[in-house]
Nanobody, 127 residues
Framework: QVQLVESGGGLVQAGGSLRLSCAGS????????MGWFRQAPGKEREFVAA????????YYADSVKGRFTISRDNAKNTVYLQMNSLKPEETAVYYC????????????????????WGQGTQVTVSS
């Protein structure tokens, strides 16, 4: 079992920045590829960014490329999402998720492939 706890959400004006953190516990953090997803009211949960277990590869949704950066610190069991130039339409609950790297090919955008999820952190971008 892996427990994931997100933090860093809040209210920010359009064009502003936030840095989300996701702290993992319970199993060896470096055994997991990590992803960030978001869900706005009335919408499906969508992929935002992902990073492989070693940090060697990163993936981004087209809508956030160039503005968001995912990173991880395995010594601290933490994955980060730096979000810059935020837009009002990016208001959502942001979730981190863990995918066991021994479970086959990593499909970063596939929600169903992730084994564990955090409770989410609210990000609100005002116009």
């Amino acid at each position: 079992q892996v427990q994931l706890v997100e933090s860093g959400g809040g209210l920010v004006q359009a064009g502003g920045s936030l840095r989300l953190s996701c702290a993992g516990s319970g199993r060896t953090f470096s055994n997991y590829n990590m992803g960030w997803f978001r869900q706005a009211p009335g919408k499906e949960r969508e992929f935002v960014a992902a990073i492989t277990w070693s940090g060697g590869n990163t993936y981004y949704a087209d809508s956030v490329k160039g503005r968001f950066t995912i990173s991880r610190d395995n010594a601290k069991n933490t994955v980060y999402l730096q979000m810059n130039s935020l837009k009002p339409e990016e208001t959502a609950v942001y979730y981190c998720a863990a995918d066991y790297r021994g479970g086959g090919i990593f499909l970063p955008t596939a929600r169903v492939r992730y084994d564990y999820w955090g409770q989410g952190t609210q990000v609100t971008v005002s116009s």
